[in-house]
């Protein structure tokens, strides 16, 4: 599978941005997915992960209550919501896909994921 995701940007403290992550060459539901991003001389942290069929969630301390994921199974898309946005949120936003995952799973770990996406920018300004 190839993911591509897209709508990061410029964004003023406080503001919205929804990412969006597509994928093509076999269909997105095989897969769970997980958003990572990676600020500048930070290492790769965990943003939201779903399951495959999109029941189940969890996210990260630092965005829980403010981001959202969610995935379109049809449209073989899935998104990141992100509201109430930080200058700490600033960085290169990843999706990646985990093959051969349960139905109900949910992964956190960079290491489980064998597809990623090529990464969007988000840069949240004070």
């Known amino acids: 599978v190839q993911l591509q995701a897209s709508g990061g940007g410029l964004v003023q403290a406080g503001g919205s941005l929804r990412l969006s992550c597509e994928a093509s060459?076999?269909?997105?539901?095989?897969?769970?997915l997980g958003w990572f991003r990676q600020g500048p001389g930070k290492e790769r942290e965990l943003v939201a992960v779903i399951n495959k069929g999109g029941r189940f969630t969890d996210y990260g301390d630092p965005v829980k209550g403010r981001f959202t994921v969610s995935r379109d199974n049809a449209k073989n898309t899935a998104y990141l919501q992100m509201n109430s946005l930080k200058p700490e949120d600033t960085a290169v936003y990843y999706c990646?896909?985990?093959?051969?995952?349960?139905?109900?799973?949910?992964?956190?770990?960079?290491?489980?994921?064998?597809?990623w996406g090529q990464g969007t920018q988000v840069t949240v300004s004070s």
């Open positions: 990646a896909a985990k093959s051969n995952a349960i139905l109900s799973g949910l992964y956190y770990n960079v290491a489980d994921y064998s597809y």
């Open positions: 060459g076999r269909a997105l539901s095989n897969y769970a």
